[in-house]
């Protein structure tokens, strides 16, 4: 989608009027951030999902190529036009969002195969744009990936979604904590402390390993039956948005890859902390020199 970034001090109420301190575009989306943030770690990553047949959807498609990122299995739907995202950020950092996916756009399993034909897949990402679709999601995922992983966002509005989704074929889960308690509504746990959510998400859904984040609280990592909790990595906030998806990207590539978890959470904590110390969203995250130096320690050769 097209991320429409407004940075103001306040929201307006119906009938009133609020001059920006700044407003601008650029192509955005839970999903193009990550795969963008997948692509600079130097991992081979395919978008799957549709745009609509306009400029704006040319825009998000060439951003993606730019960026290295396979487009092959991201259709381009004629009459449906390309969403927006409307992103107000206050003074500090804390932001207000408002969006919406046109059914026509959709994501398929028949689009998570066709991504899947150019050969192995090591993991596909899952988010819940569309969360009534998701059972059906993350089955395809799991028929072509060794890894399912799921970012639960937005947080689903009704319950019922949560109890068709397959639970046992995911391998990584990564909620906020509104997220994690809207997936445990209806039951105890939802209304329980902060830090036992993990724990309460991971035993009862049965997936092995469960992250959930907490903003500048840091995060509870839960995984192989423990409960590990993380401190933020220190950073001075000028912008919340995308952080999440740099944070999600970073975690599951490490993970994949057999990183162990404590360090896997600290490099994905060091990527959101670099992505909200700038204004915006995609253009915020973390280069391909931040990420070769945080995650790798290798220098970075723009510096």
């Not at 951003?63 to 992103?87: H, I, N, R, W, Y």
Request: hydrophobic share 50%; net charge negative.
């Amino acid at each position: 989608m097209l991320d429409c970034l407004v940075s103001t001090p306040r929201l307006p109420g119906w009938g009133q009027d609020v001059r920006a301190e700044a407003m601008w575009t650029v192509p955005g989306g839970k999903a193009l951030n990550q795969a963008v943030t997948l692509g600079r770690l130097g991992v081979r990553v395919a978008a799957v999902g549709a745009v609509g047949a306009d400029v704006v959807g040319a825009a998000v498609r060439a951003a993606l190529v730019g960026e290295g990122v396979d487009v092959s299995a991201m259709a381009a739907v004629p009459d449906a036009p390309t969403p927006v995202c409307v992103v107000h950020v206050r003074d500090d950092g804390e932001k207000a969002v408002v969006w919406r996916v046109p059914e026509a756009l959709a994501v398929t399993p028949d689009q998570v195969h066709a991504a899947a034909a150019g050969g192995p897949v090591d993991a596909a990402l899952v988010t819940f744009e569309f969360a009534e679709r998701a059972a059906d999601l993350i089955t395809a995922a799991a028929k072509v990936a060794l890894w399912v992983v799921v970012n639960p966002a937005p947080a689903p509005v009704d319950p019922a979604v949560v109890e068709t989704v397959p639970w046992e074929l995911v391998d990584i889960l990564v909620p906020n904590e509104a997220e994690a308690r809207a997936l445990l509504a209806g039951r105890a746990a939802a209304h329980g402390p902060a830090g036992r959510l993990a724990e309460a998400v991971s035993e009862t859904f049965g997936v092995p390993t469960v992250c959930v984040t907490h903003g500048e609280r840091g995060c509870v990592l839960r995984t192989g039956g423990a409960t590990t909790t993380h401190p933020a990595a220190a950073a001075r906030v000028i912008d919340t948005t995308a952080a999440s998806d740099a944070f999600t990207a970073v975690l599951a590539a490490r993970l994949v890859v057999g990183r162990d978890p404590a360090t896997a959470v600290r490099q994905a904590q060091a990527a959101a902390a670099l992505t909200v110390s700038r204004a915006g969203a995609y253009e915020a995250l973390p280069t391909v020199g931040e990420l070769r130096e945080l995650v790798f320690g290798l220098p970075d050769p723009s510096v």
